[in-house]
């Protein structure tokens, strides 16, 4: 384990077996239809790439940047979209996948964004959920992996100034890494 982490919250195993189970449920629900998969980076990469194999052929992605927090571990409340899709989604079903649902800041944005461009329909993909968080805006997960407690937490993507994201677990950060 990393020096900096706490503690292992969820082992390669647990998410390759959950991340699995989500993308079969998701090819299901989904059969007959090409839904786009929109990544918000950068967080999401490893998650995104292992979602859409456990779903199938059947799928198309882009991406988007939307940033909420700077190098700070809680967030400064603005959403800047930096980066938008290319793809051009008016009358498609639309999955956003994003690495963790904290204050749902981003998402709310990212989800006003994409009603602007005409989807169908936008789902909400998360691997983590932080739960006890209170969100700023009435975005729920419609698809999750795991839900967290309020710890800052590292790895699977997750990272906290860009560092960690190549951690194959999710761990909790020590406190007094992003505090000191
Ligand atoms: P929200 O807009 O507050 O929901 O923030 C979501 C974004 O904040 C995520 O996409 C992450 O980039 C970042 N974030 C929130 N909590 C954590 C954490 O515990 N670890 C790493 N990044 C986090």
């Given at each position: 384990?990393h020096?900096?982490?706490e503690r292992?919250?969820?082992?390669?195993?647990?998410?390759?077996?959950?991340?699995?189970?989500l993308?079969?449920?998701?090819?299901e629900d989904?059969?007959?239809?090409r839904p786009?998969?929109?990544g918000?980076?950068?967080?999401?990469?490893?998650?995104m790439?292992?979602?859409?194999r456990?779903?199938g052929?059947?799928?198309?992605?882009d991406?988007m940047i939307?940033?909420s927090?700077?190098?700070?571990?809680?967030?400064?409340?603005?959403?800047n979209i930096?980066?938008?899709?290319?793809?051009?989604?008016?009358?498609?079903?639309?999955?956003?996948?994003?690495?963790?649902?904290?204050?749902a800041?981003?998402?709310?944005?990212?989800?006003?964004?994409?009603?602007?461009?005409?989807a169908?329909?936008?789902k909400i993909c998360?691997?983590?959920?932080?739960v006890?968080?209170v969100?700023?805006?009435?975005?729920?997960?419609?698809?999750?992996?795991?839900?967290?407690?309020?710890?800052f937490?590292?790895?699977?993507g997750?990272?906290?100034?860009?560092?960690y994201?190549?951690?194959?677990?999710i761990?909790v950060?020590?406190?007094e890494i992003?505090?000191?």
């Open positions: 384990m020096n900096d982490v292992i919250l969820f082992s390669e195993e647990q998410i390759k077996e959950a991340v699995t189970s993308g079969k449920r998701i090819a989904y059969k007959g239809r786009v998969f929109i918000i980076l950068k967080g999401s990469f490893i998650f790439s292992d979602l859409v456990a779903v052929a059947d799928s198309e992605l991406f939307a940033k927090y700077g190098n700070a571990a809680v967030s400064s409340g603005t959403v930096i980066k938008d899709i290319d793809a051009d989604i008016s009358g498609r079903d639309v999955i956003v996948v994003e690495d963790i649902l904290d204050t800041r981003t998402l709310a944005a990212v989800k006003v964004h994409l009603a602007d461009k005409k169908a329909s936008v998360t691997l983590l959920d932080k006890t968080a969100k700023a805006a009435d975005v729920k997960a419609d698809y999750k992996c795991f839900d967290v407690g309020n710890e937490v590292v790895g699977y997750l990272d906290y100034a860009e560092k994201r190549g951690l194959p677990y761990g950060l020590r406190r992003y505090e000191r």
